[in-house]
């Protein structure tokens, strides 16, 4: 499963791309704006630090403006993936971009029906919103669950990209589920590795291994 930080804040992905564990970069408008930088500037920078899918979203409601902005923004890298919403003038530029093999991440889904209709615009992935989904009181895991359902019963190539995640967890069942991607906040990233047992087994191999005096292994 590929791991998309879903971040616009620039030190924070500079922080978490040194191992190679992250695989691309998700934006919304709300991200942008948080961070105060320029979307286009911004999304130049991110594409200098990783080469995988950055996605950058349109602002734009209707089609011809979504294309406009889409073509704007996909100029800036060859990696930049064009966000989309999903409504019907969304998918209409999807199909467009889909035919001119620019890369598309459709995004807001939070139905079965929604993202059947993304795959048949051709998106190249779409963004079904979990955690959003549970803030309403729904079942944001069955929905994952469902689109991969669907999806492979008619070979839909579009991939699943697990979104609005809130918690580990919630990483591991989008994993299990066989999501085709993943996008977290930098500090769900980061509680993926930790865990008490490993932290405590390791004070306690390094207290014996201590206890010798051998020092490193240098
Ligand atoms: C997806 O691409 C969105 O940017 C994001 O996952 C939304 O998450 P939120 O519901 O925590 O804002």
Known sequence: MQIFLDTAEIDEIRA??????????????????????DIFERIAEICEVISGPVSAEVVATDTQGML????RLRAIAPNVV????????????CRTFADEGVPTNVTLC????????????GATFVSPFVGRIEDMGGDGIGLLAAIREVYDQFGYETGILAASLRSALHVEEAARIGCDAATLPPKIF?????????DAGLKAFLEDWNKTGRGGLG
């Open 82 to 93: 064009v966000k989309l919403p999903l409504t019907r003038d969304g998918l209409a530029a």
């Open 190 to 198: 980061d509680s993926m590795v930790a865990h008490p047992l490993t």
């Open 16 to 37: 978490r791309t040194a191992a190679g564990l992250v695989d691309g970069i998700t934006t919304n408008p709300s991200l942008i704006a948080k961070s105060g930088a």
């Open 68 to 71: 406009s902005e889409g073509r």
């Open 110 to 121: 939070f139905s079965l029906n929604q993202a059947l209709l993304a795959a048949k615009a």
